[in-house]
């Protein structure tokens, strides 16, 4: 008799498992949707800090693809990542790579938020970070987050920027601006009027915002088109200078790169990084201020040694508080040694020849020292 009913417990055995699978084990199989906006934090093992962490993520059956945005003390592998991957209901993964090149890795199990897994960047020359990113359900949308960027512009952006940001009553075009947020944290005066510093916004919201601006920004963008959107305001339509800024027409180019990636009086000029623009966008901007620039002594002591030295050579105090001193009647030689060589705190400017330098000492000498010495 119990051989004869052995059958029939293993069809009730096999319909058993088969409600498990289809029941409880299909259940513990099935995928949470990891779409969102997230803020994050990254904990690495190699010292490099994170001042934000930001991401949007979308996902559609199993898989997964979005952004996520990085601003790091090591300023090769800072920028926003684009990113794809799976998530296959244990775990996940993002592959991806930044604007830049730096290359992103990130896996970890895909439990309930937060995420939080091992990341890995590197990029060449070798430059490489370890550590744990951690991603919580928040604003986010620091790497692409079009629609939260969009949100938080209208409610705090759009009344003097326009709904469209190219400006409204005379306030500047920020459409395509490319570092918004020394502007946003610290606020700014000037000839163009008073923006308020936003302390109620965070990083990761400057950095949603940030990457609305950019969706909305031509691709690729034309060096007149992000002097127009980025530098204008203070520099003015013609870089002539505005409301007390320098003229940049003739500036030399490592004087550009410094200024742009080092910024000036403690956000009063923005840091454009590496990630936000490229070397080559810096070198075309340089050669579009240069086609700008008369090439005569008196331009380029506008544009190299003003904001400095004073507009007549008498002495004075950069944006960062760096004194330059009273050069009216410096003789020749030494003029050409200052400015070929540098003198802490003053930069070399190794762009300008023995001719140039001498020109220039003598169109301060001409003009300036009859002044006073």
């Not at 058993?16 to 299909?26: D, F, R, Y």
């Not at 979308?58 to 990085?70: D, E, H, I, Y």
């Not at 579009?288 to 904001?307: E, K, M, W």
Request: net charge positive; charged share 15%; proline share 5%.
């Amino acid at each position: 008799m119990h051989i004869g009913h052995r059958p029939w417990k293993r069809v009730a055995w096999v319909c058993l498992t088969a409600l498990v699978w289809l029941g409880v084990g299909h259940a513990a199989l099935a995928q949470a949707d990891l779409s969102g906006s997230y803020d994050g934090q990254l904990v690495a093992t190699n010292g490099v800090t994170a001042s934000s962490v930001a991401a949007t993520l979308s996902q559609s059956g199993r898989v997964l693809s979005g952004t996520v945005s990085l601003t790091l003390s090591e300023a090769r592998l800072t920028g926003t990542y684009n990113v794809h991957g799976k998530n296959t209901g244990k775990r996940f993964w993002h592959l991806g790579k930044s604007d830049t090149g730096a290359r992103f890795s990130w896996r970890g199990p895909a439990s309930a938020a937060p995420l939080t897994g091992r990341l890995r960047l590197a990029t060449r020359p070798y430059v490489h970070l370890r550590g744990t990113l951690t991603l919580t359900p928040g604003t986010g949308g620091g790497g692409g987050g079009t629609g939260t960027g969009a949100a938080l512009y209208t409610q705090n952006c759009s009344a003097c920027h326009g709904a469209d940001a190219r400006g409204v009553a005379g306030r500047p075009d920020i459409h395509c601006n490319k570092a918004i947020h020394d502007t946003v944290r610290n606020g700014r005066t000037g000839s163009i009027g008073v923006m308020p510093a936003f302390a109620n916004l965070s990083d990761a919201d400057i950095a949603a915002i940030q990457s609305f601006l950019n969706s909305l920004c031509t691709t690729p963008q034309t060096p007149a088109e992000f002097f127009s959107s980025s530098c204008a305001s203070c520099h003015g339509s013609d870089a002539a200078g505005l409301g007390g800024r320098p003229d940049i027409r003739c500036t030399v180019r490592s004087r550009i790169y410094n200024a742009m990636r080092s910024g000036r009086g403690n956000g009063l000029m923005p840091v454009f990084t590496a990630s936000a623009v490229p070397d080559t966008q810096v070198d075309q901007l340089a050669d579009y201020l240069g086609s700008l620039c008369d090439g005569t002594p008196a331009g380029f002591f506008r544009s190299n040694c003003v904001t400095c030295h004073g507009a007549t050579g008498g002495g004075g105090v950069n944006a960062d508080g760096i004194p330059g001193p009273n050069m009216r009647c410096t003789a020749t030689n030494d003029f050409l040694e200052k400015v070929q060589l540098g003198s802490n705190p003053m930069p070399a400017f190794p762009e300008f020849t023995t001719t140039d330098v001498q020109a220039i000492a003598s169109f301060v000498q001409v003009n300036f020292c009859p002044l006073g010495g």
